[in-house]
């Protein structure tokens, strides 16, 4: 079975500074995509940034980039220039092959300072 | 244009009650999910429909939940004779099959506190 490990509960950054959240999988299929999903206190998910594992480019939406590691089976999130706004819970996802439901890492809480 | 719908917001009941929370997907959108986020267990999947085929139960934790897809659109999701542990947060998704990466869109949510 896959599984997802996001072995940060808690991170904190500073407003301006940069973070990486970290996520691993296991996983022995070939076909899957990888997401990073931001829930704030409004508990409303939003897509942040999504890979596909046959792309070997890393994926960017303008502040957010992943580091893709597939043969490590590592999945980071770095958030660069941390806004107040970036507050929120992150959790990684995995999904196998292009449609299916998600498997969720645990989470992590992440905090921006002023 | 609207998102995830989810009804009700929060939802109180007793204990061996019938509770049913319904999501309104976008318009258009072919796949519907119901996820569960509770503080012990993360996120789980529970049921998944894909347009007309039969749907994916795998993740339901027992025969006490079921969930309907009607027309293709609204779904329910039923949880009978509630148990305290079925506390969480429900959450629904939908989808539309063909477009790149195949986005879940998630909706607010249902807090289900069981006394």
């Known amino acids: 079975a896959q599984t997802v490990t996001q072995s940060q509960p808690e991170m904190s950054v500073q407003e301006a500074e940069t973070v990486t959240l970290s996520c691993t999988y296991d996983t022995s299929e070939s076909d899957y995509y990888l997401f990073w999903y931001k829930q704030p206190p409004s508990r409303q998910m939003i897509l942040v940034i999504r890979?596909?594992?046959?792309?070997?480019q890393n994926a960017t939406e303008n502040r957010f980039s992943v580091n893709f590691q597939k043969a490590a089976k590592s999945f980071s999130l770095k958030i660069s220039d941390s806004q107040l706004g970036d507050a929120a819970m992150y959790f990684c996802?995995?999904?196998?092959?292009?449609?299916?439901?998600?498997?969720f890492g645990k989470g992590t809480k992440l905090s921006v300072k002023p | 244009g609207a998102g995830v719908s989810q009804s009700p917001s929060n939802k109180v009941t007793e204990k061996g009650k019938d509770v049913e929370l319904r999501c309104d997907p976008i318009s258009g959108h072919t796949a519907l999910y119901w996820y569960r986020q509770s503080l012990g267990q993360g996120l789980e999947f529970l049921i998944y429909?894909?347009?007309?085929?039969?749907?994916?139960k795998s993740g339901l934790p027992s025969d006490r939940f079921s969930a309907e897809r009607t027309g293709g659109s609204v779904s329910t999701l039923t949880i009978q004779r509630t148990q305290q542990e079925d506390s969480a947060v429900y959450l629904c998704?939908?989808?539309?099959?063909?477009?790149?990466?195949?986005?879940?869109?998630f909706g607010p949510g249902t807090r289900l506190t069981v006394l």
């Open positions: 890979q596909e594992a046959y792309k070997q």
């Open positions: 429909f894909q347009g007309n085929s039969a749907p994916d």
């Open positions: 998704a939908s989808s539309f099959r063909g477009v790149p990466y195949n986005e879940q869109f």
């Open positions: 996802a995995y999904r196998r092959g292009s449609q299916g439901n998600l498997i």
